[in-house]
Every structure is written in structure tokens, then in C-alpha cells.
């Protein structure tokens, strides 16, 4: 059995510390980003990133962290970061880990000190610019070199610059700390200079989001070794109106991100097939492992060119023009300083057309991916609604048949657990969302939400879009459904109470969801209702169904 290593045990404990630090300012950096392009989750990909490596320390092997040996620590932490990389942030951030890493690897038996921090500090600037094709000064690639050369500068003039075996933890502690207290303020000053070597981080007004998330690491860190709150860094703000329509985002849509397993796996000859289908291209990792990221219209394309080279997983795609009209809405609407973003056991993916419906569902905390006038998102729109959600786990309610397939498809390609509940009309999941608790699992409120879909009975009415082929109907007639199956036909003042009756048949309450043109208002809805039936009217403004009926 290996040695117990105190320092790992205590590297967890920073990770963690410096991971808890980014979590509370994650919104902050997510509002920064306008280079390369606007992102908007440039905190969230940088947390996930780490998330993945502490999670990686807490299960390895499901071994004690503190029986296992540095070079087996270093290696999982490596790859855990690899895997659980996200953007271009969390691409970048992954390789400074994974050049840390090698070099704490490489010197084995060495006690974590000033010499052994600036070597990995300078290994790790080298592989993070050695994962772009074109480096861009003012980003965290500045920051992470400013740093890297700071610590080479103070070894020369520290009175202790290595460790014997005798140590104390507490001698470590302050030692690592003097030396990241440093790095931190050539960070800081790398954060402050971004702006004057990158046009678009000038003409934005802001840092980059990046390179300030680095220096939030830092802090963390030295948070955790001096047992004490984090040092102060100055809060960075991204006035709305400075993001001009120029920085907006690439001409591309879905930030993609996956990884590749295989054997002989070579990452440079991708670059350029994939600059065929998008832009902001990184691809990383070794022989048997890659890390994929793209800007592009084609998620599914991306990945088919990595078919018959190695398998395919962790696939995650982010709607960057989504993140962008939240970010806008966000900053214009509060001008206070951002505030740290709980993170549910559960959220919801609805699908859902019209305005009046999509605030309904937002309302009760979902993520609404709008399905357009048909309700029919593709499964890449569905998986940016999953990564969309702030939570752990998420239930996705389809809310059409059309759509089961889809969804189901995007739940399979998710990194997080993800649960689809069968709903086929946007009345039955909306009811149905009322049984959803954010603190249980998603397998939890899949079955809670599907039986209280199972429970409801449904319909809608419409307008007839052509002749019916039997002679019941014609075009513009008034069509009603109970469930799939058609009740009534011809009149609207006809078909609804007609259609009505075979919805609220011995229930107590009907909610009618009015929309696009519905001819009739609620009190002729309410005139209606059988006795003893209450009308629940909520306005959807959904196409092609004048009403949309749900009772239990």
C-alpha cells in the first residue's frame, strides 16, 4: 500500500476552497465574456471543470485520498479535468491542470514547495498556449504566463525556497501561500492589462472573463492554505450597453463539446475538418483521449467526423444565442453586484410555443425550449435546454409526441442524469409540473410528475385546417378532442361545451389555456362548464389550438 501523503489530502482541500470561491463569482465571470466570442458561461465552464476534478478526488478507485500515491493523483486529475472540460475557458483551464500535473508527476518524492510550484506553474502556461492555434494576449493565457513568470522572479530572492521531509503541514501552508499570494498579483495585474493588448475587451469595457476566473482560483486557493476568507478582488461589471452587436458571438450557434476514447488518436489533424463546420476549434487531450470543442450549426456533424476513429461521449451543447439575450435581460434589469447561484437537486426542460405559455412554464421554474409553431425542437435545441438548467439532474417534458423521440435521444447524450416524462400536450405538462420538487432526484420526479400526467385528462379545440375525407368537417369548421380522440365537430358554440363535457367529466376543475385568436373569451368558456366544474383561465397564446383543456 502506498505511503499516506498528507499534502494530498490538503490539495483536496484547496481544490475544494478554490472551486467554492468560483461557484460564488460564477455569474460574475459568465457576464464578462466577449472574447473569442460571447459565451455567456465562461464561469460556468471553468467551475465545471474543476468540479470534475474534485469530485475525481473524492471517489477515486473508491480509495482513501490519502493511500494514493502523487503519480496516480495526478494522472486522474488530469483526465478528470480533460473530461469535464466545457468552452473554451474550460478547454484552456484543463490543460494548465494537466501541465501542473505532469510536472508534480515528474518529481517524485518531493515535497510540494517553491521550486516544485514554479516549475509546474510554468509547464502548465506552456501546455494552455499549446492548445490554441492562435494565441491571443489579454486573455487567461496572459494570466496564467504572468503568474508563471512572477513565482521564477521570487525564487531568487526567497530566503526558503525548498522543503525537506521534515516539514510541518503548517510550514508548507505558509510557504505555498507567500508564493500564490505573488502569483495572485501578477494575476490581478495580467486581469488589469487585458484591455490594453485586446481591442475587444477596450471597446466592451470589461476584463477578460477568463483571465479573471484564473485569479478567483488563486484566491481560493489561498484561501484554503491560510484558513481565512479570500482576498479581496475587485468586482468586475459588464455594463449591457457596451456589448455591442459586434461582440455578440460567432456566426455559429451551438457551443458543442465532447470527448473521444480510442487508441493512436491524433488531435491535430482534426483542426482543420472541423474549421469546415465552425469556428473557435480546440482540440486536446493524448493518443487515447481527446477533448473536443466547437462553434458550430452542426452539432451531429462534428461528431460524425470522429466515426470508426474512437468513441464518442459527454456530449454537451450550449445555445449561445440563448445565453446572450439572458445575459442582456440579466444586467439591464440589475444593477446590483451579482449574488452566488444555488444549485438544485432538479430542474425542468418543457417544450412549449407561445408567450403566454412559456411564462407560465418559466414561472414555475422551468427552462422552456421553444418549439415553434409545429412544437417540434430539434434534439440539439433540447440538450442546450438541459445545459441551460442549474441543477445536478433534470426531468425533460416533451409535451408532444412528436418530440418523445428527441428528447429521448438528447437525455442519452447528456453528461447529467437526465429522466424524459412522456407528456404529449403542453396543458398536460404544465398541470402536471405542480407534483416537481427541485430537491429530489430526477428519478424521483419523473415518477412523481408522470403520475400526475397519468392522472389528468385532456383535449383542446381547433380550427379545422382542411375537409375532412369522411364529411364530418370542413375547413375552418371548429374541431374539439378528448385525449387523441375527436368528440365533437362544426360550430364553435357547439363544440365547446360538447368537448368540455368529455374533458371535465367528473372533475372539479378545468383549466382552459387560451390561444392565438380564440374567438370566444372566458366567461363564454365558463358558461359552458357543466355544474359544479370551476374554470382555472390561463391566456398561452399558443398557435393553431384556440384552447387547451386539462382537468383531474
Known amino acids: 500500500m502506498p505511503v499516506p501523503d498528507e499534502s494530498l489530502v490538503r490539495f483536496r482541500r484547496v481544490v475544494e476552497a478554490a472551486l467554492a470561491e468560483l461557484e460564488a463569482r460564477r455569474q460574475e465571470v459568465n457576464d464578462l465574456n466577449v472574447f473569442p466570442v460571447a459565451d455567456g458561461d465562461t464561469g460556468d465552464n471553468m467551475a465545471l471543470t474543476l468540479r470534475a476534478v474534485v469530485e475525481e478526488l473524492n471517489t477515486m478507485n473508491g480509495q482513501p485520498i490519502d493511500v494514493i500515491g502523487r503519480d496516480q493523483i495526478v494522472t486522474a486529475v488530469a483526465r478528470a479535468a480533460l473530461l469535464g472540460a466545457r468552452g473554451n475557458s474550460g478547454v484552456i483551464l484543463s490543460q494548465i491542470v494537466r501541465g501542473a500535473a505532469e510536472e508534480l508527476a515528474s518529481r517524485q518524492g518531493e515535497l510540494v514547495d517553491p521550486i ?21 494576449e489579454g486573455t487567461m493565457l496572459s494570466a496564467v504566463r504572468a ?34 499570494e505573488n502569483a495572485l498579483e501578477a494575476g490581478k495585474e495580467a486581469v488589469a492589462r487585458g484591455p490594453e493588448q485586446l481591442a475587444v475587451l ?4 470589461v476584463v477578460d472573463a477568463g483571465a479573471y476566473g484564473l485569479t478567483v482560483i488563486v484566491a481560493g486557493c489561498l484561501a484554503a492554505l491560510r484558513g481565512e476568507h479570500a482576498p479581496e478582488l475587485e468586482h468586475q461589471f459588464a455594463p449591457a450597453a457596451l456589448h455591442g452587436p459586434e461582440h455578440e458571438s460567432s456566426s455559429f450557434r451551438y457551443c458543442t463539446n465532447f470527448a473521444v476514447t ?6 491535430a489533424r482534426f483542426n482543420t475538418l472541423l474549421e469546415e463546420i465552425g469556428d473557435s476549434v480546440l482540440v486536446v487531450g493524448d493518443d487515447k483521449t481527446l477533448r473536443v470543442h466547437v462553434h458550430t450549426d452542426e452539432p451531429d456533424s462534428a461528431a460524425a467526423l470522429f466515426e470508426g476513429v474512437g468513441e464518442v461521449s459527454r456530449f454537451d451543447v450550449a445555445d449561445m444565442r440563448e445565453q446572450i439575450a439572458d445575459r442582456r435581460l440579466r444586467i439591464a ?11 438544485a437537486a432538479c430542474g425542468v426542460v418543457a417544450v412549449a410555443s407561445g408567450d403566454g405559455l412559456v411564462h407560465l412554464y418559466e414561472d414555475l421554474g422551468a427552462q422552456v425550449v421553444q418549439g415553434g409553431p409545429t412544437l417540434n425542437p430539434s434534439t440539439y435545441e433540447l440538450l442546450a435546454g438541459i445545459h441551460a438548467v442549474e441543477a445536478d439532474e433534470v426531468i425533460v417534458l416533451p409535451n408532444s409526441a412528436n418530440v418523445i423521440l428527441a428528447a429521448e435521444r438528447a437525455a442519452e447524450l447528456s453528461e447529467r442524469p437526465v429522466r424524459v416524462v412522456p407528456t404529449r400536450a403542453q396543458q398536460t405538462g404544465l398541470a402536471a409540473m405542480l407534483a416537481f420538487d427541485p430537491g429530489r432526484s430526477s ?41 387523441e380522440d375527436l368528440v365533437a365537430w362544426g360550430e364553435l358554440r357547439e363544440v365547446l361545451p360538447r368537448t368540455i363535457a368529455a374533458v371535465a367529466e367528473g372533475c372539479e376543475v378545468l383549466t382552459c389555456i387560451a390561444g392565438e385568436g380564440a374567438p370566444l373569451e372566458a366567461a363564454d368558456v365558463e358558461g359552458a362548464l357543466p355544474d359544479g366544474v370551476e374554470l382555472d383561465w390561463q391566456q398561452g397564446d399558443q398557435p393553431a389550438w384556440w384552447y387547451l383543456l386539462a382537468a383531474e
Do not use: C, W
Not at 202 to 205: D, Q
Not at 262 to 267: N, S
Not at 457 to 476: C, H, K, L, V, Y
Open 116 to 136: 516544485l510550484v514554479s516549475a509546474a506553474l510554468a509547464r502548465a502556461a506552456d501546455a494552455a498556449y499549446a492548445s490554441v492555434r492562435d494565441p491571443a
Open 147 to 180: 503568474m508563471a513568470a512572477r513565482v521564477a522572479h521570487d525564487l531568487a530572492h526567497m530566503d526558503k525556497r525548498r522543503l525537506g521531509p521534515d516539514a510541518t503541514s503548517e510550514e508548507q501552508d505558509e510557504l505555498l501561500a507567500e508564493v500564490l
Open 202 to 205: 477596450r471597446e466592451a469595457g
Open 262 to 267: 480510442g487508441d493512436f488518436l491524433e488531435a
Open 333 to 343: 434589469g440589475n444593477g446590483d453586484e451579482p449574488q452566488p447561484i444555488e444549485r
Open 443 to 483: 428519478e424521483e420526479n419523473a415518477g412523481a410528475v408522470g403520475a400526475a400526467a397519468e392522472a389528468l385528462r385532456t383535449g383542446g379545440i381547433a380550427q379545422a385546417a382542411r375537409d375532412d375525407a369522411q364529411g364530418r368537417f370542413q375547413e375552418g369548421d371548429s374541431l374539439g378532442y378528448a385525449g
